[in-house]
């Protein structure tokens, strides 16, 4: 099969990206591995994207974005992509399952996964305890106490939505100061239901049978180790970029995020990059979708002028 352009990841960036390839009347392909929408998915609800004056939940706007994007004929597909190759100005795209397709250009949007704690218990209770999506796994937790790793938006907005469930929802940052947007840090600490602690983190969880019982931590000043008795424990500390299979392809910065210009070009001509995948110093949906718009853009120009 081949396509004007392939997309490979169906977040924000990787929808807005075939919105614009299609309506440039591009053939156009997105892969995505999992669901459509990627992390927003797993978003109850997002308050500073524009256009929607009460908020909207992550679900309805991947829905949105999705419908918008396939109403101009983008071809949305589930699939892995293990290898992607150079055929002169074609690019050779192989999935997991063996199904291969080739494209003039190529739009990565491919996201980021949730850093790991790497500490002993994660790996034993994930699943059972060990969570990386309030959203997902909030509501299994109804009247317990929980622990929240981070001190970032995420963290601290996924802390509020526990606060729905949970009797006591502890976070806990390894500085004195969160890193989270000014107007969720004044929610968070109007709220009676979250306790901060500050200047510690992590070192073991443990459980038993059926589940977390309690998490380890370490104040990095005093060097006091003390254990705080939780269900459950949530983890915000950041995230990779899924760039492993495209080592050697396109080039990567220090911590393999992509590097590209203004126009979304990475270092592979007929190769773009947008979204979180990217290096860059904002990662927002707001930002996700503004990179979309100009790797469908940009796509769109290269094809005209070289094929």
Known sequence: ???????????????????YTSRGRLKSLLIEKALTGGQ???????ENYPGFEDGISGAELSQKMEKQAARFGLEIIQGSV?????????KEIALEDGRQYEAKSIILATGSNPRLLKIEGEDTFRGRGVSYCATCD??????????????????????LFLT????????IHRRDLLRAAKCVQERAFANPKIKFIWNSIPEKIEGDDRGVKSLHIKNLKTGE???LEVAGVFVYVGYNPNTAFLRGLVDLNE?????????MSSST????????????????????VGDGAIAGVSAEKYIEENF
């Open 1 to 19: 099969m081949v396509y004007d352009v392939i997309i490979i990841g169906g977040g924000p960036a990787g929808l807005t990206a075939g919105l």
């Open 40 to 46: 927003v998915m797993t978003t109850e609800w997002i």
């Open 82 to 90: 293990v290898n992607i190759s150079l055929n002169g100005r074609m």
């Open 138 to 159: 909030g509501a299994f937790f109804k009247n317990e106490k929980l622990a929240v790793i981070g001190g970032g938006d995420s963290a601290v907005e996924e802390g």
């Open 164 to 171: 729905k469930f949970a009797d006591a929802v502890y976070i």
């Open 225 to 227: 180790q003390s254990s």
């Open 255 to 263: 911590n393999n995020y992509i590097i590209t210009d203004e126009n």
């Open 269 to 288: 001509p007929g190769i773009y990059a947008a979204g979180d995948v990217r290096a860059k110093p904002l990662k927002q949906i707001a930002t996700a």
